[in-house]
C-alpha cells in the first residue's frame, strides 16, 4: 500500500510556527513515528508552499497510490485549482487539519476542497495524520 501525505505552504514550519496552535514538534519529527506505526505501508512525504508544485504531485500519484493525506494550509480556503485537481484523481484524498479550523478565524471555516474530498479530519494535532492513515487503509480493505 502506498499513501502520500502533502503538506502545503507554512508547514514547513510546524515545530516553530505559533505552538500554540500547532504544537512543538516539526513534522520531520513526527513521520517516523507514523511510518514506524505502519511498516507495511509506504509512506511518502512532500511538502511545497506553492500550489502548482502541489498539484503537480498529486497528478503524479494521484492515479496510482492507495490515498492521499493532504493538509492544503491556506490554500484550503482559496483554491479552486485544487478542488478540480483532487476530483480528476482516481486515489482518495483526505483532508486534514492539525487544528480545529470550526474553532478559529471565520474564513478558516469554509474549505473548497472538502466536497472533492472522501473525508475531512481537523483538531486533533498531529494525530490527525493517523487517522487519516487510518481512513485510507479501512476504504482500501472495504474496496
Known amino acids: 500500500m502506498k499513501i502520500l501525505i502533502l503538506n ?10 505559533e505552538p500554540g496552535i500547532y ?3 516539526s513534522f520531520d519529527e513526527y513521520l517516523p513515528q507514523l511510518r514506524a ?4 505501508v509506504e509512506i511518502e512525504y512532500y511538502q511545497s508552499n506553492i500550489e502548482g508544485e502541489m498539484i503537480n504531485k498529486m497528478q503524479e500519484v494521484g492515479f496510482t497510490y ?9 490554500y484550503t480556503h482559496t483554491s479552486v485549482a485544487l ?8 486515489s482518495p484524498v ?10 478559529r478565524e471565520p474564513f478558516r471555516r469554509h474549505s473548497l476542497i472538502s466536497s472533492a474530498c472522501k473525508g475531512v479530519i481537523c483538531g486533533f ?3 490527525s495524520y493517523r487517522l487519516a492513515v487510518e481512513a485510507i487503509i479501512q476504504l482500501n480493505i472495504e474496496n
Do not use: F
Not at 483526505?94 to 474553532?103: D, K
Open 66 to 74: 492507495d490515498g492521499i493525506v493532504l493538509n492544503a494550509g491556506a
Open 83 to 90: 478542488h478540480d485537481c483532487i476530483r480528476s484523481l482516481k
Open 8 to 17: 502545503g505552504p507554512n508547514l514547513n514550519l510546524l515545530g516553530v510556527r
Open 125 to 127: 494535532g498531529l494525530d
Open 94 to 103: 483526505i483532508e486534514v487539519h492539525i487544528s480545529n479550523v470550526h474553532q
Open 23 to 25: 504544537g512543538n514538534s
Open 37 to 40: 506505526k505502519y511498516p507495511d
